[in-house]
């Protein structure tokens, strides 16, 4: 395990699994929101973004938590030795999206930029997991049952499967 590709819908624990893997493995951990976005929520222009990318790409080891583009996604899940893909359902995504909303009023919630636009990021949160869901769900199982063989995947389906995952580390 030296490349590292966490990935999932919205709310599903992608940063703090990403914080306890990188801890536990001293690799260096890379979340996306944090190279995406400048602190206050505003987008770094893409291209600079896709140059970040890129170079995270090139090191020897990393971890790397969160989506991007889809662009990127994919060239993130080619690049990586290890898929780690945390697929709940829906209804959990939706609470945790909910609970991160909650909890961020008062820290900012874990793999953000700082001072986040805690509302607008929520919102985005909500109207994507449906979108996400339909589209990028059979997508990611896809990329499980194909690479299996190649990489080393962990398909994540609840969070007593992601507490196991943790302990095991």
Known sequence: MKKVAIFGNAGGGKSTLAKHLA???GLPLHS??????RP????????DYLD???KILKQDEWIIDGFGCVPSAWERFA???????????LFIHGMWVTKRL??????????????SPIWKISLNSYRVLWLCHQK??????????????????FHLRSAKMIRAFLQAL
């Open 23 to 25: 801890a536990a493995t």
């Open 32 to 37: 996306l929101d944090k190279i995406k976005y």
């Open 40 to 47: 206050g929520g505003a987008e770094v222009p893409h291209e």
């Open 52 to 54: 970040i990318h890129r």
């Open 79 to 89: 690049a990586a030795d290890t898929l780690i893909y945390l697929d709940l359902p």
């Open 102 to 115: 909650l909890k961020g009023v008062f820290i900012n919630p874990e793999g953000w930029p700082e001072n």
């Open 136 to 153: 990028l769900t059979p997508r990611y199982r896809q990329l499980i049952d194909e690479t299996q063989n190649t990489k080393q995947v």
